[in-house]
C-alpha cells in the first residue's frame, strides 16, 4: 500500500452552512461526498480559498458551482482546525452561513462526479450522524464533523 505524499503547507477551505428557504427548522444543505478525500462522507457544499478572493467571494463562487444558486447575507460563522494526518493533508477551515437570494430556488447537483446529490439537515440531525445515533449509516466529512463537535454559539442558536 503506498502512502499519499504529505502536503507541505496548510490550506484553506470554505464550508458554507446554506440555510434551506423551505425549512421552518433552519435545516442547512449538505451532500455525500464522492471522488476525493473523504468520500462517503457528509459535507456541506464549499472549497478551497483562492488567491486573492474573500471569504464571502469563496462562499458564493462555491455554492454556485456546486448548487447554481445564488446566495446573499453571507457572514463569518467559525473556523475549525482540520489536520488529516491519515490523508496526509491539513486545512484551516472557515464556516460561512448565507441564504438562498431567491427564496424559491431549489438546488442543482451541479458536480455530480463530486457530490451525490443535496439534501437539507437540521442541527439535531447533524449531531445525531455526528454521534453515530443515525441509522441511516452517514457519517460527517473532518471539518463539519468537527463543527458539529465544538457547537459554536453563533452557528448553534
Known sequence: ????PQQ???RVGVGVLVRDPKST????FAGKRKGSHGAGTLALPGG???????????AQRE???EMDIDIHNVTFGHVTNDPMESEGKHYVTLFMMAEFADQDGTPINCEPHKCEGWDSYTWEELQ???DGRDESGL???GPLRR?????PEKIVE
Do not use: D, N, P, R
Not at 1 to 4: A, D, F, K, P, T
Not at 25 to 28: F, I, S
Open 1 to 4: 500500500m503506498s502512502q499519499q
Open 8 to 10: 507541505q503547507h496548510v
Open 25 to 28: 427548522t433552519g435545516k442547512v
Open 48 to 58: 478551497h480559498l483562492e488567491m486573492f478572493e474573500t471569504w464571502h467571494e469563496c
Open 63 to 65: 455554492v454556485k458551482e
Open 128 to 130: 445525531q450522524i455526528s
Open 139 to 141: 457519517t460527517l466529512f
Open 147 to 151: 463543527l458539529v463537535e465544538e457547537k
